[in-house]
């Protein structure tokens, strides 16, 4: 299988990695042609910075970049009847509708951080596509990098972005918020990260209920009321938020 790759981020990056001794990368494109030429060594693919370029060659031109530039792509890509595939978590299937005849959508749903590459074989795959034939090459693309591939909709593929923004963007500035804390009293942030392993690690034999702790979880308003004394700004909304939240659903 021939696979073009509009992108050179941290999705794209991860992509390359975990495909590129399952089938023939024939491009990577990136606004930025040095960023372009790096990934492409690791596939021994072209490297182009103007989408006018892609080769007509390719099965499958999977668009890894940001949700606000698909559509453009789309538009500035010709339609030479590869199945054109996106990675977004909240971006419809019908942005495609009436650009392209072959489409669908390969969305990992995992964190890609600049510099990190992700295992993909242990990355959750949701697919959709347009139709029987495009789902049926959508999923052979997912599964050359995970076992876990599931179809689902636009609609409940928005409900696992949602989701995943708050168990990791969410999380994340929770951990920000605590680092700032800690640094504020001169404390190491990396005495939190044994607390932080053990919390995630409950998630294997605990459901996320099960396994709430806290001042707010035993409704010791004393604790709280004595934090929140402590906090101001946008420090203290989020603790008293979060802890009323903790609270309503114990």
Same mark, same amino acid.
């Given at each position: 299988m021939k696979i073009a790759i509009i992108g050179a981020g941290g999705v794209a990056t991860s992509m390359v990695h975990a495909l590129r001794d399952k089938c023939e990368? $024939?491009?990577?494109? =990136? &606004?930025?042609?040095?960023?372009?030429?790096r990934l492409a060594t690791v596939a021994g693919a072209e490297p182009i910075d103007r989408l006018e370029l892609l080769r007509p060659d390719a099965e499958v031109v999977i668009i890894a970049v940001k949700d606000d530039a698909i559509a453009s792509v789309i538009d500035r890509c010709r339609d030479g009847g590869a199945l054109c595939?996106?990675?977004?978590?909240?971006?419809?299937?019908?942005?495609?509708?009436?650009?392209?005849?072959r489409y669908g959508v390969l969305y990992p749903m995992q964190s890609f951080s600049p510099?990190?590459?992700?295992?993909?074989?242990?990355?959750?795959?949701?697919?959709?596509?347009?139709?029987?034939?495009?789902?049926r090459m959508?999923?052979?693309?997912?599964?050359?990098?995970?076992?876990?591939? $599931?179809q689902c909709d =636009? &609609?409940?593929r928005e409900s696992l972005h949602i989701a995943a923004v708050f168990a990791c963007n969410f999380a994340n500035h929770?951990?920000?918020?605590?680092?700032?804390?800690?640094?504020?009293?001169?404390?190491?942030?990396?005495?939190?990260l044994p607390l932080i392993r053990s919390t995630v690690a409950k998630l294997d034999t605990l459901a996320p209920r099960q396994s709430q702790t806290g001042p707010a979880a035993r409704h010791d308003l004393t604790i709280v009321?004595?934090?929140?004394?402590?906090?101001?700004?946008?420090?203290?909304?989020?603790?008293?938020?979060?802890?009323?939240?903790i609270m309503n659903n114990g």
């Amino acid at each position: 299988m021939k696979i073009a790759i509009i992108g050179a981020g941290g999705v794209a990056t991860s992509m390359v990695h975990a495909l590129r001794d399952k089938c023939e990368i $024939t491009q990577i494109f =990136s &606004r930025e042609l040095a960023k372009a030429r790096r990934l492409a060594t690791v596939a021994g693919a072209e490297p182009i910075d103007r989408l006018e370029l892609l080769r007509p060659d390719a099965e499958v031109v999977i668009i890894a970049v940001k949700d606000d530039a698909i559509a453009s792509v789309i538009d500035r890509c010709r339609d030479g009847g590869a199945l054109c595939l996106h990675t977004s978590g909240s971006t419809p299937i019908d942005v495609f509708a009436g650009r392209r005849r072959r489409y669908g959508v390969l969305y990992p749903m995992q964190s890609f951080s600049p510099g990190l590459i992700v295992d993909m074989s242990e990355t959750h795959f949701f697919v959709e596509a347009s139709d029987t034939d495009a789902l049926r090459m959508t999923e052979h693309v997912a599964r050359l990098m995970s076992a876990h591939v $599931t179809q689902c909709d =636009s &609609r409940r593929r928005e409900s696992l972005h949602i989701a995943a923004v708050f168990a990791c963007n969410f999380a994340n500035h929770m951990w920000t918020l605590a680092d700032e804390v800690m640094t504020d009293s001169h404390l190491p942030f990396e005495a939190l990260l044994p607390l932080i392993r053990s919390t995630v690690a409950k998630l294997d034999t605990l459901a996320p209920r099960q396994s709430q702790t806290g001042p707010a979880a035993r409704h010791d308003l004393t604790i709280v009321d004595r934090h929140l004394s402590r906090l101001d700004g946008h420090k203290h909304d989020i603790y008293n938020l979060l802890s009323q939240s903790i609270m309503n659903n114990g």
